[in-house]
């Protein structure tokens, strides 16, 4: 944006000059990668205690809302990086605008860190029994403190989809930006969630049962590959745009982004996806912990790329 001023009316002149080149960088990448692992630990787990008891996954109660506890933070951190000036955010909590998916996605955002924050200290308490609380675990206060877990969780589980989505909806309200459309973006997002949330587990299921590590390596196969099938339609059939196409552009032409994107796609997708396969056969929990860190490595990339390449299009 351009300004001047004429002397003689005081008069503020203004011209809007498109931005050239890329404006959400890494940052945002970073930002999508640690909200897709915050939620997405979040559905694995309701999933897991939906299919399994407890006691088979011991660990589960206080580690996942610890996972989510930090992943969310470095989520809002890096959001509040990127803004120029991060002090106007107390404006969406003073003076909230409803109509705008940022303001909606910031007070679900904190809702859910804040409902995230009680289970942890929850989970925590009832792992480590020195905590003040847990010495009058036999009375009544003592036992409703732990019953509140189960009680905040559904709500917990029903926010961490808008959490996760509200940011496909931001970028599908880029003008000129054909490839950020919402449905795909949307989907996008929740296979990222599924795939991160699955990785990131497999790192603490030593202790789980067989039974359970084998349904984690199910949704990493599973979200591996539609992950991979999400992409791979948006590639080869973008042809019916014109702005998409020209976008893509920098990804078939070669080059930096082209070695980048498909390099992410192997590492993230097809490898991670063939070892989840073999490993709901044979547990191995080393192989199982490759595949995670490789889809979280490729998550990264592949995001990265995506969110960069349709800014690089000139808008004039």
């Given at each position: 944006?351009?300004?001047?001023?004429?002397?003689?009316?005081?008069?503020?002149?203004?011209?809007?000059?498109?931005?050239?080149?890329?404006?959400?960088?890494?940052?945002?990448?970073?930002?999508?990668?640690?909200?897709?692992?915050?939620?997405?630990?979040?559905?694995?787990?309701?999933?897991?205690?939906?299919?399994?008891?407890?006691?088979?996954?011991?660990?589960?109660?206080?580690?996942?809302?610890?996972?989510?506890?930090?992943?969310?933070?470095?989520?809002?951190?890096?959001?509040?990086?990127?803004?120029?000036?991060?002090?106007?955010?107390?404006?969406?909590?003073?003076?909230?605008?409803?109509?705008?998916?940022?303001?909606?996605?910031?007070?679900l955002a904190s809702i859910f860190l804040?409902?995230?924050?009680?289970?942890?200290?929850?989970?925590?308490?009832?792992?480590?029994?020195?905590?003040?609380?847990?010495?009058?675990?036999?009375?009544?206060?003592?036992?409703?403190?732990?019953?509140?877990?189960?009680?905040?969780?559904?709500?917990?589980?029903?926010?961490?989809?808008?959490?996760?989505?509200?940011?496909?909806?931001?970028?599908?309200?880029?003008?000129?930006?054909e490839l950020w459309q919402a449905p795909?973006?949307?989907?996008?997002?929740?296979?990222?969630?599924?795939?991160?949330?699955?990785?990131?587990?497999?790192?603490?299921?030593?202790?789980?049962?067989?039974?359970?590590?084998?349904?984690?390596?199910?949704?990493?196969?599973?979200?591996?590959?539609?992950?991979?099938?999400?992409?791979?339609?948006?590639?080869?059939?973008?042809?019916?745009?014109?702005?998409?196409?020209?976008?893509?552009?920098?990804?078939?032409?070669?080059?930096?982004?082209?070695?980048?994107?498909?390099?992410?796609?192997?590492?993230?997708?097809?490898?991670?996806?063939?070892?989840?396969?073999?490993?709901?056969?044979?547990?191995?929990?080393?192989?199982?912990?490759?595949?995670?860190?490789?889809?979280?490595?490729?998550?990264?990339?592949?995001?990265?790329?995506?969110?960069?390449?349709?800014?690089?299009?000139?808008?004039?």
């Amino acid at each position: 944006m351009v300004e001047s001023t004429i002397h003689a009316t005081q008069a503020v002149v203004t011209l809007d000059v498109p931005i050239q080149g890329i404006v959400w960088g890494s940052i945002i990448t970073v930002n999508m990668w640690a909200k897709s692992i915050g939620t997405g630990v979040v559905f694995l787990a309701a999933f897991l205690w939906f299919r399994h008891k407890k006691e088979d996954m011991p660990n589960l109660r206080w580690v996942m809302p610890v996972i989510a506890f930090l992943a969310l933070n470095i989520f809002l951190l890096f959001t509040l990086i990127d803004l120029h000036q991060p002090y106007r955010m107390i404006h969406i909590f003073t003076h909230p605008h409803w109509t705008s998916s940022i303001t909606v996605g910031a007070w679900l955002a904190s809702i859910f860190l804040v409902l995230i924050s009680i289970m942890m200290l929850i989970g925590i308490a009832d792992k480590f029994p020195g905590i003040p609380y847990k010495g009058c675990k036999l009375t009544a206060f003592g036992r409703k403190i732990s019953a509140t877990y189960e009680k905040i969780f559904p709500f917990v589980v029903f926010l961490a989809i808008p959490v996760t989505t509200y940011t496909a909806i931001i970028m599908a309200q880029s003008s000129a930006r054909e490839l950020w459309q919402a449905p795909t973006e949307v989907m996008q997002m929740m296979w990222a969630a599924l795939l991160a949330g699955s990785a990131t587990l497999s790192f603490v299921s030593s202790s789980w049962t067989q039974e359970a590590r084998k349904d984690l390596a199910l949704i990493l196969a599973i979200s591996t590959f539609f992950s991979f099938t999400m992409y791979m339609s948006e590639y080869f059939f973008s042809f019916k745009s014109s702005e998409a196409e020209a976008v893509l552009a920098f990804v078939h032409a070669g080059g930096k982004y082209s070695i980048e994107f498909w390099f992410g796609m192997v590492l993230g997708f097809i490898i991670p996806f063939f070892i989840a396969v073999g490993n709901m056969k044979s547990d191995n929990q080393t192989l199982l912990k490759f595949a995670a860190i490789l889809a979280l490595v490729g998550l990264f990339l592949v995001k990265d790329v995506w969110l960069k390449i349709p800014q690089m299009l000139p808008l004039s």
